[in-house]
């Protein structure tokens, strides 16, 4: 195999030379971008999620161009619900300014600061900073440009939330030439990643064959090889992101949430199965074959309504703890929390009620965005 650098280095000079355009987001001043991939990529990797941390950041939803006043009331105690659970580990950032950061101060405990950046909604998996670390513990920030999935919903304080947090850190802002969002890729931290192309390989986000995006992909996040699943365009507002199927718990180990059997009815039943298929059949960037462990889906759960997330897959490893979600299926529960246990030894299992933020179309690992120690 080609020496990773010397792969990467090659990829980085030729996508230095092209001109990389999305279809359809605008720069602030409403003109279509023209996004050439910083060719300093080459030196940082995204850590495996449950490396050391520095802090969190979470965002405080404030726009009521998404929630009517009773939801946005309902989904902010939870994000304030997960922010003090997470300081009781690691230091919480939550990102909140004006009336939104007074709001906030009154929900959260003293152990969470408060950044005085302006939001739209709570999902800074997506639209917050993807931090990348070089081999001498630098940090730089892979600039993954937010759209609002698609142009789906209103983002503009959200589009900028990358550049606000690492120009308040110091940090270099590193363009990728992509637009889309963190929640849909994983990467396990040693060359190895995982995305459906749904919402990747979209007209919506960027145009470019798989090939094309998928070497971006990895040059953002320091990768050697991507394993594309079709995915679903159009079911939901992410298109179909990974991180609510499958993650990567180490490198070439992958965790997967299924339903027990197929059900050729149903797209997302279908879909998930032929990501399993794919999973099965590839091999990571050292040519391992994936150790792949499946994890049953809840049935009797709290919420009815029926575009609810109910994947416990879409948990928030932080320092010494893992912060996942239960739904009220006594059983099922208790097997992801007995899952997760063993997966990760020596971390506290903690699992919330965060059914408003479910309802909203996400979950913890949504929320959240771990800021990696440096060196």
């Known amino acids: 195999m080609m020496n990773r650098r010397v792969a990467i280095s090659t990829l980085a000079t030729s996508m230095a030379s092209m001109t990389v355009i999305s279809a359809c987001s605008k720069t602030d001043e409403g003109k279509d971008p023209t996004l050439v991939p910083d060719p300093r990529l080459v030196d940082f990797e995204m850590p495996l999620e449950s490396e050391p941390h520095e802090r969190t950041f979470m965002q405080w939803p404030v726009s009521l161009d998404v929630y009517d006043p009773s939801a946005l009331k309902a989904v902010q105690k939870k994000i304030a619900l997960i922010a003090n659970t997470i300081s009781q580990f690691e230091p919480v950032v939550m990102l909140a300014t004006g009336v939104g950061a007074k709001q906030a101060r009154t929900l959260l405990g003293r152990e969470v600061d408060i950044w005085d950046i302006p939001t739209d909604d709570l999902w800074c998996r997506d639209s917050g900073p993807t931090f990348v670390k070089n081999s001498r513990g630098q940090l730089a920030v892979a600039h993954i440009r937010f759209n609002g999935w698609g142009n ?217 965005q771990q800021q990696p120690r440096g060196g």
Request: charged share 20%.
């Open 152 to 368: 789906k919903q209103p983002h503009r304080n959200d589009s900028r939330i990358a550049m606000a947090v690492a120009n308040r850190l110091g940090i270099p802002l590193l363009e990728t030439g992509l637009f889309g969002e963190q929640g849909g890729v994983e990467h396990d931290g040693a060359g190895t990643l995982l995305a459906h192309a749904s919402c990747w390989v979209n007209p919506n986000r960027n145009k470019g064959s798989e090939t094309t995006i998928g070497k971006l992909l990895t040059l953002a996040l320091g990768g050697e090889k991507i394993i594309w699943a079709p995915g679903i365009k159009g079911a939901d507002i992410t298109d179909y992101h990974i991180d609510a199927l499958a993650r990567f718990v180490s490198p070439g180990r992958v965790l997967v949430q299924l339903p027990a059997k197929p059900d050729l009815a149903d797209p997302w039943s279908i879909s998930a199965f032929e990501t399993l298929d794919i999973l099965k059949s590839s091999t990571d960037a050292k040519g391992r074959k994936l150790d792949i462990i499946t994890l049953p889906e809840p049935v009797g759960i709290r919420s009815s309504k029926l575009d609810f997330v109910a994947s416990y897959v879409n948990y928030y490893v932080c320092n010494d703890a893992v912060i996942g979600a239960e739904f009220g299926d006594r059983a099922a529960d208790e097997k992801a929390q007995s899952i997760l246990a063993s997966l990760y030894p020596g971390r506290k299992i903690i699992s919330l009620n965060v059914d408003a933020i479910g309802e909203s179309g996400g979950g913890i690992h949504c929320a959240t």
